[in-house]
């Protein structure tokens, strides 16, 4: 019997798409893909596919359509502010045959962020149109609000309100069992320790193995990263990699380097 | 009549596919996306799409295939080293429908290479495997080459390898105009200078302009990001914005904040 609240096997999966000129002129480092990334780990749901596509209506409805139907969720970073490059809200209901209407909430939540502030003029006004039937993303540090519609989340692009939108959303959606990862590095060559690293996978059908080399302080080195659902899998299987590592004379660092 | 030299008109793109579980658990944050771009923009070339995907063939040949297909180049970081979880060589052959074959040339590489660092053993060698008919992009800093097969270039994960291999690719592909910028700051809303931006980009129509909020020192500001090919039509929409931030008493702050 299992319990309502168990996370069951059944992997929940999630895609991001960044939306955003910036980042694809190499103006802007993205940092959202690792925020989303980790936020996603710990809420149990996987990130499969990042796509990042500019500020162009055919390009966002494109990828919305392509991933909204293979994920269970469909993040977007950027373009939901008051500003003319702003077309994600547009180009979701584009994509989801949605009209653009003004959210009741969302235009008091701004009337009452710009009553000190200059009060609400059209291109903030803006920030509170959402594609039909869509929910808010509340968002303590601004007015601007994300927005939920079916199981697409438009999020801002400045990363710590994006930030804060996670956080809102944290233990809201339903996800399986967190991924794990242990590390263990070791001042090797991953060539030389290839043969341990593949079979060592092939024993251990739960884990994955992912090897990442390095060149610090003059020298070679790798952290080998083992990913699982199952905390048990995985420390047998990192034991599996040490011992191999110490039969060939090598050193493993738990942990990672 | 065009000089050969001449860049023309038209435009080159390219789309890049980052290949790494280790950037979509959020372990390890993409420096790749930034550097891919801001070279191609040296080159005249456009990053109009960037794709993050799993180590999985399926994931990787469906991307390649789709961003192939649609722009004049496409980029890989990632996935081509020496253990079991390097697959991109053999996605990519797959997705081209060639077979996997020895470089010799890679080999010879690879031989030298490894000649004082312990030999050439079977998961080095993996290093010369690519799809019939590639060549190389030599990397001084390393054994390992990248591959270049019809309009894909692959390359490696590591940032300051990749960086290599792109610096051998300086100047070898041929680009168009390069896309310029010029940034202008403003300390102020940019939902109160909205109606400016958007008119502005109308009336310039050789232009995009990006807006991008920011808070800092505790008070709000933006940049305005001017795009375009000529810099004449961004000097001109430089001023428009100049002259319109100050004739609603803003100061303008060339060259951004």
Known sequence: MTDASTPTDRIWTAALIVVG??????????????????WLGVQGIR????????????????????LRARNDYLFT?????????????????????????????????LESYYATRGGLNEAR????????GASL????????????????????????????????????????LPLLSATIGCWTAESEVADLLRETEQAHDQCQIGSYPFFREGRVGANFVIRSVSADAIAACGEAIEIGLRASGREPVPGGI
């Open 21 to 38: 000129d910036e980042i694809l002129s190499g103006r802007t480092h993205d940092k959202n893909i690792t925020q989303v990334a980790t």
């Open 77 to 109: 970073t950027g373009g939901i502010g008051p500003t003319h490059d702003d077309i994600t809200v547009d180009a979701v209901a584009a994509a989801l045959e949605l009209p653009v209407v003004i959210h009741p909430r969302a235009r008091a939540v």
């Open 137 to 176: 993303i509340e968002n303590r540090l601004l007015g601007a609000p994300g927005i939920r519609v079916q199981n697409v989340f438009l999020m801002a692009g400045v990363p710590h309100i994006a930030a804060q939108m996670l956080d809102a959303l944290t233990g809201q959606l339903e996800g399986g």
């Open 47 to 66: 990130l499969r596919e990042v796509r990042v596509v500019p500020d162009v209506e055919s390009a966002i409805v494109e990828a919305v359509n392509a």
């Open 125 to 132: 006004l803006r920030m509170a149109r959402v594609p039909e």
